[in-house]
């Protein structure tokens, strides 16, 4: 079996993509393969999410954004929800003293004023704790929509343009991008989808513009750190020309 230091020989840590976004998908089919309640898959999710972590953390990519829950999973049963809820507390809570001892950041993109209130008040603890650490960003996607953040961004900049903060030249794609949950955090270098769905479902819409994409076929709850840095080694080999030649 290859070790961890082999599998990184070949990663070039000059050229780590600064910001990579992930959307954790297969849960679900991932219980559903073993007979097991579709909330064990985000059991075993959520284990998936402490490594992941750690390997981006240890490989020295600066920002990670996890996409946890999106608006649509409101839909879902409340019992999947309460269960995803309390996952996510105990992240929050299991975690703050790896994050401080790591430098881990922690920050939430989302309509985190629609969490339950016991989530939120953990989670802002936790992101005031750890609100000096400076070697990685981990972006929560939470209640988190792209359509809704670029409609909560129009409707910020109309206000500012009806009370003449505003004209109509200063509306430029970053003033647009200064309005949006990730205000600050450079667009996404890469965004990897698990469970073999060709889909951006929502996610990071405006800031996915030059993203380099990765569709893996592995169930979320199966991904390892192996195969996130072959991932990130694809990367690597990819031409990104941005529109030129
Ligand atoms: C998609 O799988 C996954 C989610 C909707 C939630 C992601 C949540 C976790 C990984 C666990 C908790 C999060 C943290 C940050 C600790 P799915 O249920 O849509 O799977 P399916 O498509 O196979 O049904």
Redesign the pocket.
């Known amino acids: 079996m290859k070790s961890d230091s082999d599998i990184e020989t070949h990663l070039d840590p000059e050229r780590l993509p600064a910001h990579v976004g992930i959307i954790?998908?297969?849960?679900?089919?991932?219980a559903?393969k073993r007979l097991l309640k579709?909330t064990k898959?985000?059991e075993r999710?959520?284990q998936?999410?402490r490594s992941i972590v750690t390997a981006a953390t240890r490989l020295g990519i600066r920002t990670v954004t996890?996409?946890?829950?999106?608006t649509e999973?409101w839909a879902r049963p409340k019992a999947e929800i309460k269960a995803?809820m309390v996952?996510?507390k105990k992240?929050i809570i299991s975690e703050r003293d790896a994050f401080n001892e790591h430098g881990i950041r922690l920050n939430v993109i989302g309509q985190k004023e629609r969490l339950p209130e016991d989530v939120l008040r953990e989670l802002d603890t936790s992101i005031k704790l750890t609100q000096h650490n400076d070697r990685i960003l981990l972006n929560?996607a939470l209640s988190y929509g792209a359509r809704e953040e670029i409609t909560r961004a129009v409707q910020a900049i109309s206000v500012k343009f009806k009370n003449r903060e505003l004209d109509l030249s200063d509306i430029t794609s970053d003033l647009i991008s200064d309005h949006l949950y990730t205000q600050g955090i450079p667009d996404p270098d890469l965004i990897i989808r698990t469970?073999g769905e060709y889909r951006l479902s929502n996610f990071l819409l405006w800031q996915a513009a030059y993203s380099e994409i990765y569709i893996s076929p592995t169930?979320?709850p199966d991904f390892t750190e192996n195969e996130f840095i072959e991932i990130l080694k694809d990367f690597q080999n990819r031409d990104r020309r941005f529109g030129k030649v």
Do not use: E, P
């Open positions: 954790m998908d297969g849960n679900g089919r991932w559903k579709r898959g985000h999710g959520s998936a999410v996890l996409y946890a829950f999106s999973n995803l996952l996510l992240y929560l469970s169930l979320w």
